[in-house]
């Protein structure tokens, strides 16, 4: 009696039951629309590979190319057909006498005798004022590849004793020297170690931060702390939850303002109102007088900023998807609220956590515009020796590179994209390395 009773309430909110030949068209009818959604969902897809795939190529073109390079006196005639490591410094000493002025040679000598310069020194001085070699044209690699011989007859006419080689403009010396005027000598170690830096305390500031407050939003704002039994209670307790309701809203919002705002927060806030702690004179720590609160502390601060919201959020929702099971079993062996949520809840939510903390890393590493609002150096020579320098990051000098007109400059600024994927892929293949070992660790 019951079966029929379902059986009739069914037909009657949905009509009639398919049968035979509905069925079967039917059950086509969804197989064709999942097939047309899986087929555009490969379609965007694939598109979105391909961008990607573009968007290195571009990269790599420019990163990677030839130059023509004119020489003032050729090699050649300069070394005889010789290594220049193959020479004595007592020969390269020769070859400055007999090639430079005297008036030169007095300026070289003041500065510090030639015989008291390594060979490697004497090189560098040969290189430099006798053979002068001259960047007179740049070639991405694409064009370096398959326009050799254009290329080639292009420089014949007008640069007749220039001659094109392969340059790799990331290099060992792109990342180990610091900035430079000239893009031929030109690193960006100095970017390298203010990522570092910033990265290292905004993580320090976020997450501690990101995953208190988590905890707070998800573990005791469900909680009535004042007596429901009087009317004044029940008041509290409404309103805590509607202080609570309002707080998760407004970090929700808060996820979707633009960075730039956050960079003029900073700016009034970190660098301005707290110019005597970011700058480290209220701790006698000033690394540079003229900082005037642009440090790498006031960039980490107002990163951390930028990035709490999405590690509060992702924070709840892996604390959120920890079972409620887990929760009872811990209280019914006797452990208090702290210890269930730091021996239970925290492990278990701690891979969740991690793949936000991904999110939050590639976020930061990557924004400029909050940078450049609080005074980020766009030329600094001089590597950060701690949270109250002076310093830039690989974004503000990849923008200071691309505005420039001259062609070597845009082609190291590819070869700072690179430097920049790679450690922001490193950073990221750490935190899922981690993330992985606890959920195996879990697991087991």
Not at 109 to 120: D, I, S
Not at 175 to 188: F, H, N, W, Y
Not at 328 to 344: F, H, K, M, N, V
Request: hydrophobic share 50%; with cysteine; glycine share 6%.
């Amino acid at each position: 009696m019951i079966r029929a009773d379902l059986t009739s309430s069914v037909v009657r909110s949905t009509g009639r039951l398919p049968e035979g030949a509905a069925v079967h068209k039917n059950v086509s009818a969804r197989q064709r629309v999942g097939a047309i959604w899986q087929g555009l969902l490969f379609t965007c897809t694939m598109i979105s590979i391909v961008i990607l795939l573009l968007l290195l190529y571009n990269i790599a073109n420019d990163a990677f190319g030839g130059i023509a390079v004119q020489q003032e006196v050729p090699t050649s005639e300069i070394y005889a057909n010789r290594q220049p490591s193959d020479l004595s410094q007592e020969d390269l000493i020769g070859i400055l006498t007999q090639r430079l002025r005297s008036r030169v040679l007095h300026n070289l000598e003041r500065e510090r005798p030639l015989a008291e310069r390594t060979p490697a020194d004497l090189i560098a001085i040969i290189n430099a004022e006798v053979i002068k070699p001259e960047l007179v044209a740049i070639y991405p690699l694409r064009e370096y590849l398959f326009n050799r011989s254009e290329i080639t007859a292009q420089l014949t006419q007008e640069f007749p004793r220039a001659e094109i080689r392969f340059k790799s403009w990331l290099s060992t010396s792109f990342i180990t020297s610091p900035m430079a005027s000239d893009a031929q000598g030109a690193g960006v170690r100095t970017a390298i170690l203010g990522t570092l830096w910033m990265l290292g305390l905004t993580i320090l500031f976020a997450f501690p931060l990101g995953i208190g407050a988590a905890l707070y939003l998800e573990e005791y704002t469900s909680d009535r702390p004042f007596d429901v039994r009087s009317p004044v209670g029940r008041w509290l307790n409404t309103a805590t939850d509607r202080l609570s309701t309002l707080i998760a809203i407004n970090i929700y919002n808060l996820s979707g303002v633009p960075s730039i705002i956050y960079g003029i927060l900073g700016l009034a806030i970190f660098v301005r109102a707290l110019e005597p702690i970011t700058s480290g004179q209220a701790f006698g720590q000033a690394a540079d007088e003229t900082a005037n609160g642009r440090t790498i502390i006031a960039a980490a601060l107002t990163m951390a900023l930028l990035v709490l919201p999405v590690v509060i959020i992702s924070a709840q929702e892996a604390i959120r998807a920890v079972p409620n099971s887990l929760r009872q079993a811990s209280y019914g062996l006797g452990a208090t609220r702290w210890q269930t949520i730091w021996r239970i809840v925290l492990p278990s939510a701690m891979p969740g956590i991690l793949t936000g903390a991904i999110l939050a890393i590639s976020r930061a590493i990557g924004e400029t515009a909050p940078l450049i609002v609080i005074g980020a150096s766009t030329f600094i020579v001089t590597d950060p020796s701690g949270p109250f320098a002076k310093f830039t990051v690989l974004p503000i000098q990849i923008y200071n590179w691309t505005a420039r007109p001259q062609g070597e400059f845009r082609a190291i600024a590819a070869a700072a994209i690179i430097v920049l994927l790679i450690l922001l892929l490193s950073m990221n293949a750490t935190a899922i390395i981690l993330r992985n070992y606890l959920r195996s660790k879990r697991v087991s």
